[in-house]
């Protein structure tokens, strides 16, 4: 497999082109040694995109030593500068080769091109120029110490790179939060070895081109496919040489990774599940709510993780909220994703699929009542394949029902009324999660009240996804650990040293 892997074979039209993904290690596109694959099929229709070859314990071994070596090498040995306009090219290539990877994010996701083409592309490329003038900008501390003697002593901080970083990245974003995490830590100059999800392989194998295009040394970025359990997503974090370990997913899988973790002492940064709850409050500028809320709900057919799945709305126009929002709703439409009417994509997968319509079926069994929604939608038959699920919402359910209580990941939400703001707190917060949540109020005070009082990692006001790339992101309680973005990513990728200098 050379280097342009991914692009179109002659002969071929572009909707027949397969597209195979590699390994990418030490600089170099590899499809291993283990002669396991795996199909990798199109969530639109259920075509066959192409074969991904799934890496064992001699792949990664391999990706971590050349990860070491470039540690230890020519990357290590650069200044701030020459990193950072290294990535800074990195950038620049992923906006010249917007098309390509466009193309590539749309193939895997399923997603409309409008949504990939304003959000996934260019924050993708943007998470390595943002990061670059982080590293620029920002010191470290120093302090004057008295000592016995009159003389004193200085005391100043030195940041050195972690070393080696397992980043192991989800399907539902896939370039954005994959180079959220690898845009840091090459700044910091840290290496990485990247396991994207098994869902999602083409946009991190296509950066290994632009990686050699704009002369990052070998080694600096490596790219492993696999599964997790006895694969390479296991193998990778029990790894002896990976330094830290960061990973965008659900709960249960963080809790197994904060596991192989502990041998070694490692740290992670996990960003997991949500129960995200929006507060529409009767003095709301409702065409606002409704708009940020059919976001907050549908975009990206629900599988973001600061989506909105229970939404809580004031008495007074609760009735008002719950017909809008069945009204835009059933205004998507269905369609590839090059198709600029497009208003929703499918879900990720036939197995994904599964799990969000098995809620479907649960809600109704728990008594809530379906407003619109609640199954498969009928499709064309150039359609009938993918992994399609009608945009749905509920009312009525109880507080401890499924469907309040679990993240779906799908596009769905119950609407529930409250009638006091102390009631409305006490709901938003009454989940395991702890990740976002949407107030939405005219009233200033409110705003800044209720919003303190939210158990999450983020609150918008009047607002969803509008995000300062500055500014500390991650979850509370079961939605994760530590937190990434402008000078909050410096605390994981690197390690403190303190030099004491008796004067």
Same mark, same amino acid.
């Given at each position: 497999?050379n280097v342009?892997?991914?692009?179109?074979?002659?002969g071929?039209?572009?909707?027949?082109?397969?597209?195979?993904?590699?390994h990418?290690?030490?600089?170099?596109?590899?499809?291993?040694?283990t002669g396991?694959?795996?199909?990798?099929?199109?969530?639109?229709?259920?075509?066959?995109?192409?074969?991904v070859?799934?890496?064992?314990?001699?792949?990664?071994d391999?990706?971590?030593?050349?990860?070491?070596?470039a540690?230890?090498?020519?990357?290590?040995?650069?200044?701030?500068?020459?990193r950072?306009?290294?990535?800074?090219?990195v950038?620049?290539?992923i906006?010249?080769?917007?098309?390509?990877?466009?193309? &590539?994010?749309?193939?895997d996701?399923?997603?409309?091109?409008?949504?990939a083409?304003?959000?996934d592309?260019?924050?993708?490329?943007?998470?390595?120029?943002?990061?670059?003038?982080?590293?620029?900008t920002?010191?470290?501390?120093?302090?004057?110490?008295?000592?016995?003697?009159g003389?004193?002593?200085l005391?100043?901080?030195?940041?050195?790179?972690?070393?080696v970083?397992? !980043?192991?990245?989800?399907?539902n974003?896939?370039?954005?939060?994959?180079?959220?995490?690898?845009?840091?830590a090459?700044?910091?100059?840290?290496?990485?070895?990247?396991?994207?999800?098994?869902?999602t392989? #083409?946009?991190?194998?296509l950066?290994?081109?632009?990686?050699? @295009?704009?002369?990052?040394?070998?080694?600096v970025y490596?790219?492993?496919h696999?599964?997790g359990?006895?694969?390479a997503?296991e193998?990778?974090?029990q790894h002896p040489g !990976?330094?830290?370990i960061t990973?965008?997913?659900?709960?249960?899988?963080?809790e197994?990774?904060?596991?192989?973790a502990a041998?070694?002492?490692r740290p992670?940064s996990?960003e %997991?599940?949500?129960?995200?709850?929006?507060? !529409?409050f009767?003095?709301?500028?409702l065409?606002?709510?409704?708009?940020?809320?059919m976001?907050?709900?549908? &975009?990206?057919?629900?599988?973001v993780?600061?989506?909105?799945?229970?939404?809580?709305?004031?008495?007074?126009?609760?009735?008002?909220?719950?017909?809008?929002?069945?009204?835009? &709703?059933e205004?998507?439409?269905?369609?590839r994703p090059?198709?600029?009417a497009?208003?929703?994509?499918?879900?990720i997968?036939?197995e994904h699929?599964?799990k969000? %319509?098995?809620y479907?079926?649960?809600a109704? @069994?728990?008594g809530a009542?379906?407003?619109?929604?609640?199954?498969?939608?009928?499709?064309?038959?150039?359609?009938s394949?993918?992994?399609?699920?009608?945009?749905t919402?509920w009312?009525?359910?109880?507080?401890d029902?499924?469907?309040?209580?679990?993240?779906?990941?799908?596009?769905?939400?119950h $609407?529930?009324?409250f009638?006091?703001?102390?009631?409305a707190?006490? #709901?938003?917060?009454d @989940?395991?999660y702890?990740l976002?949540?949407?107030v939405w109020t005219?009233?200033?005070?409110?705003?800044?009240?209720?919003?303190?009082?939210?158990?999450?990692?983020?609150?918008?006001?009047?607002?969803?996804?509008?995000?300062?790339?500055?500014?500390?992101?991650?979850?509370?309680?079961?939605?994760?650990?530590?937190?990434?973005?402008?000078?909050?990513?410096?605390?994981f990728y690197?390690? $403190?040293?303190?030099?004491?200098?008796?004067?």
């Amino acid at each position: 497999m050379n280097v342009h892997s991914l692009q179109q074979p002659r002969g071929e039209t572009r909707a027949s082109a397969r597209r195979d993904a590699a390994h990418f290690i030490g600089g170099a596109f590899t499809q291993g040694t283990t002669g396991k694959s795996w199909e990798n099929f199109s969530p639109v229709d259920g075509t066959l995109i192409g074969r991904v070859p799934e890496g064992g314990r001699a792949e990664v071994d391999a990706a971590v030593t050349a990860a070491r070596a470039a540690l230890n090498g020519p990357w290590g040995r650069m200044t701030v500068t020459q990193r950072t306009d290294l990535l800074g090219a990195v950038a620049d290539e992923i906006n010249r080769r917007f098309d390509e990877f466009l193309e &590539a994010e749309c193939l895997d996701t399923g997603k409309p091109a409008s949504l990939a083409s304003h959000i996934d592309i260019p924050r993708g490329a943007a998470n390595f120029k943002m990061f670059t003038d982080v590293v620029k900008t920002i010191g470290t501390e120093c302090f004057e110490t008295p000592t016995p003697d009159g003389t004193g002593a200085l005391n100043y901080a030195l940041r050195r790179p972690r070393g080696v970083i397992g !980043v192991i990245s989800p399907w539902n974003l896939p370039l954005l939060l994959m180079t959220w995490k690898v845009g840091p830590a090459l700044a910091l100059g840290n290496t990485v070895v990247v396991k994207p999800s098994e869902e999602t392989p #083409l946009t991190a194998t296509l950066l290994g081109e632009v990686m050699n @295009t704009v002369g990052i040394p070998a080694g600096v970025y490596n790219v492993v496919h696999g599964l997790g359990p006895d694969s390479a997503g296991e193998f990778l974090t029990q790894h002896p040489g !990976v330094n830290g370990i960061t990973f965008t997913g659900e709960t249960r899988t963080g809790e197994a990774i904060m596991r192989q973790a502990a041998h070694g002492i490692r740290p992670v940064s996990f960003e %997991l599940g949500g129960k995200n709850a929006a507060l !529409v409050f009767a003095d709301a500028d409702l065409d606002k709510a409704i708009e940020g809320t059919m976001r907050s709900v549908f &975009a990206n057919c629900g599988q973001v993780c600061l989506g909105t799945e229970r939404v809580y709305v004031e008495r007074p126009i609760f009735e008002t909220f719950v017909a809008r929002l069945k009204a835009g &709703a059933e205004s998507l439409r269905y369609g590839r994703p090059e198709d600029p009417a497009t208003g929703i994509g499918p879900l990720i997968s036939k197995e994904h699929q599964g799990k969000v %319509l098995s809620y479907y079926a649960k809600a109704v @069994t728990e008594g809530a009542t379906v407003v619109t929604g609640g199954g498969v939608p009928e499709l064309p038959a150039d359609l009938s394949g993918g992994s399609w699920v009608q945009p749905t919402i509920w009312v009525g359910a109880k507080d401890d029902a499924a469907i309040i209580r679990e993240e779906i990941f799908g596009p769905c939400c119950h $609407i529930r009324p409250f009638d006091t703001e102390e009631e409305a707190i006490r #709901l938003a917060n009454d @989940t395991p999660y702890g990740l976002a949540a949407a107030v939405w109020t005219e009233n200033l005070s409110r705003a800044h009240r209720v919003a303190s009082k939210m158990d999450v990692g983020i609150c918008w006001v009047n607002s969803w996804f509008l995000r300062d790339l500055r500014t500390a992101f991650g979850g509370a309680k079961a939605s994760g650990i530590g937190r990434e973005g402008g000078v909050h990513s410096l605390e994981f990728y690197t390690e $403190i040293t303190n030099v004491c200098v008796k004067l």
